[in-house]
């Protein structure tokens, strides 16, 4: 099984709003990575978790903060965002390099 | 110049035709190599995944890594309708964790 759920699928929130973005994966691996792609444009990475801890943070605005509270879930808590934050936010686990992504969740900043 | 480069088509096929897909890289420290497939609106496919130079291949895929020129390829054989899609190209180093970098993405379009 090489699923990785997500939730929620859809996610409208305003520029004031606090929401937060669920991933999880039951397949045993050791990291865990957030992506944000816009329409036509690659997969940019965001965040790595590995073992739990934050190994990789790609620059990303304060507004986004991710939280690993065990090994196989992975938060992305959102504040303040702007427009531009609109875009797809795809989750994705690996054990060694290749990575297994979930759906998505589309999201839109008004 | 970008890290990964990758030709964004559109590339339009005949239905059986093969389907030759590339990308170039910069950094000689990559060491993983990927290709997924991307449906619309919906989350990236692992399809083939290797990290040595040469060929590997499953069903109708082959995917080619030559390190020496910095160059990688997939091949579809037999392409049919249900393979349109978008072609990602992805190359990744070890840094403590994985980091991934991804080409810009070829879409396809196979007619019937």
């Known amino acids: 099984d090489t699923e990785v759920t997500q939730t929620p699928k859809h996610l409208v929130m305003g520029m004031t709003n606090k929401k937060s973005l669920k991933c999880e994966q039951h397949?045993?691996?050791?990291?865990m990575y957030w992506y944000k792609q816009k329409a036509k444009k690659p997969p940019e990475l965001m965040f790595v978790?590995?073992?739990?801890?934050?190994?990789i943070n790609e620059s990303v605005p304060s507004r986004f903060s991710p939280e690993c509270p065990n090994s196989s879930l992975l938060n992305l808590h959102l504040h303040a965002l702007q427009p531009e934050d609109s875009a797809l936010y795809l989750c994705?686990?690996?054990?060694?390099?290749?990575?297994?992504f979930g759906p998505g969740t589309r999201l839109t900043v008004t | 110049q970008k890290e990964v480069e990758q030709d964004p088509g559109p590339l339009s096929v005949p239905e059986g035709a093969i389907v030759s897909l590339n990308c170039t890289y910069s950094?000689?420290?990559?060491?993983?190599f990927m290709w997924y497939r991307q449906y619309s609106r919906k989350g990236p496919e692992l399809l083939m995944y290797?990290?040595?130079?040469g060929n590997k291949e499953d069903g109708r895929f082959t995917a080619q890594v030559d390190k020496s020129s910095k160059y990688i390829s997939l091949f579809i054989r037999d392409s049919q309708p249900s393979d349109s899609a978008t072609y990602l190209c992805?190359?990744?180093?070890?840094?403590?964790?994985?980091?991934?970098?991804f080409g810009a993405g070829t879409r396809l379009f196979v007619k019937a």
């Open positions: 290797t990290y040595s130079s």
């Open positions: 992805a190359m990744s180093l070890n840094t403590g964790g994985f980091k991934t970098i």
């Open positions: 950094n000689s420290a990559f060491q993983y």
């Open positions: 397949m045993g691996h050791r990291a």
């Open positions: 978790y590995s073992y739990e801890k934050l190994s």
């Open positions: 994705a686990s690996s054990q060694g390099s290749e990575q297994y």
